[in-house]
């Protein structure tokens, strides 16, 4: 765990949190570095594309003299701009490479938004609200029973996280959002992911995590295909991520989740 915000790099990092399990493919070469890897390195993993069937490439922020905006180029160029060294743009590779259907589909969806803004570019809808927020933050939880889903539409921590605490490997929670994996590093009470909720059968969890994380692309796809300009932040369940067992220091004692500022029981918006 980092002590306070820091970009050093850590060649340990899958081992600070759960949520790092689905980088499980990272290759020895970045994850036995001693050192950064170089956005040429973040070339050289899996083939993606965007939406128009363009190859996505991360080009370095300092040397990528487009104006066009960070979403645009990314929908008309395939060029994603990266900072040099930063955990947040490191994840946010991660994420492409590891949900890549779900991160084309909200790019398009950013860049169509912008389009229709024309000039009003300094106003965020609702719509793009929740866009930014999922993109940012994002959490898909699967689970194999409804009462469970249910607990986190109705906020009832306590009983979801402790009282039910033996059912959840029912449930497993994919961290989508790069802003919440870098927050990982150095988790604190108060991190809070939005969430999409999706019932599956008891046999999904037999599966390998690479074949689940193809069904949950593939969900992700379908859902960020069916949003329209009504949804907003509402729309995505709120889930205080380090209740899960395992993922914070203190989840092993029941008065961690007596905390009702952070497990919260309504919600403020």
């Not at 994840?91 to 803004?117: E, R």
């Not at 469970?148 to 497993?172: G, P």
């Not at 927050?183 to 999706?198: A, D, T």
Request: charged share 20%; hydrophobic share 35%; proline share 3%.
């Amino acid at each position: 765990m980092l002590k306070e915000k820091s970009d050093i790099w850590l060649s340990n990092f899958q081992s600070l949190s759960p949520a790092y399990d689905i980088f499980y493919w990272l290759p020895d070469n970045i994850r036995n570095s001693s050192n950064w890897p170089t956005i040429d390195d973040y070339n050289c993993f899996a083939h993606l594309q965007n939406e128009q069937g363009l190859k996505i490439r991360f080009v370095d922020a300092q040397s990528c003299h487009s104006q066009i905006g960070y979403e645009p180029a990314i929908y008309l160029n395939g060029e994603v701009n990266t900072r040099k060294n930063n955990w947040h743009d490191f994840f946010n590779m991660l994420v492409w490479q590891t949900f890549s259907s779900g991160k084309s589909a909200l790019n398009a969806l950013h860049y169509k938004q912008l389009q229709k803004k024309k000039f009003n570019t300094y106003s965020r809808t609702p719509f793009e609200n929740l866009l930014t927020l999922f993109d940012e933050n994002g959490v898909i939880v699967f689970s194999s029973d409804e009462s469970l889903l249910q607990l986190i539409r109705d906020m009832s921590w306590k009983d979801f996280f402790w009282k039910r605490r033996a059912e959840l490997s029912k449930v497993r929670c994919y961290v989508f959002g790069h802003s919440l994996h870098e927050k990982m590093l150095n988790p604190y009470v108060g991190m809070i992911g939005h969430s999409v909720l999706r019932l599956v059968s008891s046999s999904f969890f037999h599966l390998s995590l690479e074949r689940q994380l193809l069904e949950v692309n593939r969900y992700l796809y379908e859902w960020l295909s069916s949003l329209d300009e009504s949804c907003s932040p509402r729309d995505l369940a709120l889930l205080p991520v380090l209740g899960f067992p395992g993922w914070f220091s203190a989840t092993d004692s029941e008065e961690f989740y007596d905390d009702i500022n952070y497990f919260r029981t309504s919600r403020r918006n």
